[in-house]
C-alpha cells in the first residue's frame, strides 16, 4: 500500500491542551523563519519535493513565494507578524 504522506515528515498529535500563549509563540517562530529565509533575488527556498520538476523560484500561491507573501500579509493584519520585510516588493519580484 502507498502512502499518501510521510508521518516524520510532521510533528506529532500530543495530548498537550491548547494554549494561546504557545500558539502565538510558534506562529512568531515561523514569522522569524520565514523572514530569515528570504532572499531579494531567490526569494524563499525551496525544499526537493516542493521544487520537483518546476524551475525556481517558486511562486505560486499553493506552493511559492505567492503564499508566503499572502500568509505573512495575513498574520500582520491581524497583529500577529512584525513588517520586516517590504512584502510589496517581495509580491512585485514574484509577479
Known amino acids: 500500500m502507498t502512502k499518501l504522506y510521510k508521518p516524520e515528515a510532521f510533528e506529532p498529535l500530543t495530548d498537550t491542551p491548547w494554549n494561546e500563549a504557545r500558539a502565538a509563540d510558534g506562529i512568531e517562530a515561523i514569522v522569524e523563519a520565514v523572514a530569515s529565509a528570504f ?22 500561491l499553493y506552493v511559492g513565494a505567492a503564499g508566503v507573501v499572502w500568509a505573512l500579509h495575513a498574520l500582520r493584519s491581524r497583529g500577529r507578524a512584525d513588517g520586516r520585510l517590504d512584502l510589496a516588493n517581495a509580491i512585485a519580484r514574484t509577479h
Open 39 to 60: 532572499d531579494e533575488k531567490k526569494l524563499w527556498p525551496a525544499g526537493e519535493w516542493e521544487s520537483w520538476q518546476t524551475p525556481l523560484p517558486l511562486k505560486s
